[in-house]
């Protein structure tokens, strides 16, 4: 007997749970500067999503520096720093086992200006307008 996990639904409601718990976590804790480190501490991150493994064991932080300023450098400084920050979490999360943190570019502003390009096309924009639509209506009036 499968369970709903495994099946390829998407994620359960407590890995939707923890990992909005995680994502408010480590927001804070990059947005207050609980973290030494002066490579955090020149850049704000924000932390758009967390996604979480079955087991609630590994923690996949989407994270995109404000304005977009060199993601790799905040990526490499999130991964020298992810044992300090687990141990943030652990300390305002309550959580059986803390997960264990991989960081990620967030590339969904990038596809969402692809998307929006796209959509500005003229071919996309007759379609859009209904100028080239085959209604019944319209196959009525050819025949």
Known sequence: MKNKASSGSGPSQRQLRVGELVRHALSDILARGDLPDPALAKVLITVPEVRMSPDLKIATCYVMPLGGKDPKAAIEALATNAKPLRGEIARRVELKFVPE????????????????????LPQVQRDLDGADTDTPDSREDEA
Not at 108 to 116: C, H, L, N, T, V
């Open 101 to 120: 943190l991989r960081f990620r570019i967030d590339t969904s502003f990038e596809e969402g200006a692809r998307i929006d390009a796209l959509l500005r």
